[in-house]
């Protein structure tokens, strides 16, 4: 699916619309950093990071900015978005159905 949405363009579009307003290389990095973490939280991090990959290497290439960095920018972004809902990571969810929380999704 990942791969799918990749060759159609479908990632490149939404993602270059938050990437292009960077001037420079660390623009660039936050802007990967803060969109991946936000969307961690809504999305599983698994699915981010499948999606996210081809997404950052082509900005990479792009911006001629180093993979290295955008991959480690894309890590970071999604795991330390993932931990702000129960949907972000498989062992949020786990936690937030075990701990006896009267509203998992609000209270995590």
């Known amino acids: 699916m990942g ?3 990749n060759r159609s ?3 490149a579009w939404p ?3 938050i990437v292009s307003r960077a001037k420079n290389t660390d623009q660039l990095t936050l802007l990967v950093i803060f969109s991946t973490g936000l ?3 809504v999305l599983m991090n698994d699915t ?3 999606m996210g990959t081809p997404l950052v290497l082509c900005f990479s290439r792009k911006y001629e900015v180093s993979p290295k960095l955008m991959i480690f920018a894309l890590d970071f972004g999604i795991t330390t ?3 702000m809902s129960p949907i972000g990571n498989p062992q949020n969810l786990l936690i937030a159905i075990d701990g006896n929380l009267e509203s ?3 209270l995590f």
């Open 3 to 5: 791969e799918a949405l």
């Open 9 to 11: 363009g479908y990632l």
């Open 15 to 17: 993602g270059s619309r």
């Open 39 to 41: 969307l961690s939280a």
């Open 48 to 50: 981010l990071a499948i």
């Open 81 to 83: 978005g993932s931990v």
């Open 104 to 106: 998992p999704l609000w």
